[in-house]
């Protein structure tokens, strides 16, 4: 079976980007090896490249997975520049909701790794 996704560490943030909009089979898989490799709970979810196309059942049923699966205390970002995966995460993110979880949705990478690094975002009006 290919994979849907890639996997990398990128600072000590583990990066899933998915290539093709992924199934429900193919997000359980991914969780299954984050959940392998994942020690720092920092994590972004990027789907610039594929998007998701989920019901809310399908959504709520894979957090529901996701949370017997990764550990927490974890931040987690999701990349999302459509309208449709935007607000299909902050359905994701409503079920995925529990103590010691912090979940941000962004248009773009760099915003999302900003914050899982908790780097301030730089104001274009100020001087450094």
């Known amino acids: 079976m290919n994979k849907s996704y890639n996997i990398e560490i990128v600072d000590d943030v583990t990066v899933v980007r998915f290539i093709d909009k992924p199934k429900p089979d193919d997000i359980r898989m991914s969780i299954d090896e984050v959940a392998t490799i994942s020690l720092s709970g920092l994590r972004l979810w990027d789907l610039s490249d594929s998007g998701w196309d989920l019901t809310s059942a399908e959504l709520g049923k894979v957090a529901d997975y996701a949370k017997t699966k990764l550990l927490l205390p974890s931040k987690i970002a999701f990349v999302a520049p459509e309208d ?12 995925r909701a529990q103590d010691g979880l912090q979940i ?6 760099e915003k999302a790794l900003n914050w899982l690094k ?3 975002e730089q104001n274009p009006n100020t001087a450094p």
């Open 104 to 109: 941000e949705i962004f248009r773009t990478e």
């Open 118 to 120: 908790n780097i301030p």
């Open 84 to 95: 449709l995966s935007y607000g299909l995460s902050r359905v994701y993110e409503a079920f």
